[in-house]
């Protein structure tokens, strides 16, 4: 339909254009009057992967560096017999 077209028109391009405020009143009327559309189910997978946390591989970068720090601030221990008291 002509609606269809002009919401999905609307949505895609504030959407590309950073203008999320804008886009959103036009994807959720998209959403809501055409929800078994091709283009509803783009808009609900844009929004989904927009949502989606950066992958865990950062934290566990911040992580790694966190434990060389540690291991570079930690004095060089000596060898001590563990009956040497």
Known sequence: ??????L?????GLDALGEATEAE?????LQREFPTSSAADAVARRRL??????PVKA???AAEQQSET????MPAS???P????
């Open 82 to 85: 563990a009956q040497a008291y």
């Open 1 to 6: 339909s002509e609606r269809l077209e002009a």
């Open 78 to 80: 000596k060898s001590v």
């Open 70 to 73: 540690d291991k570079k601030s």
């Open 59 to 61: 934290p566990k970068r």
């Open 49 to 54: 992967a927009a949502q989606k946390p950066s």
């Open 25 to 29: 009143s036009y994807c959720s009327a």
């Open 8 to 12: 999905r028109r609307a949505c895609d």
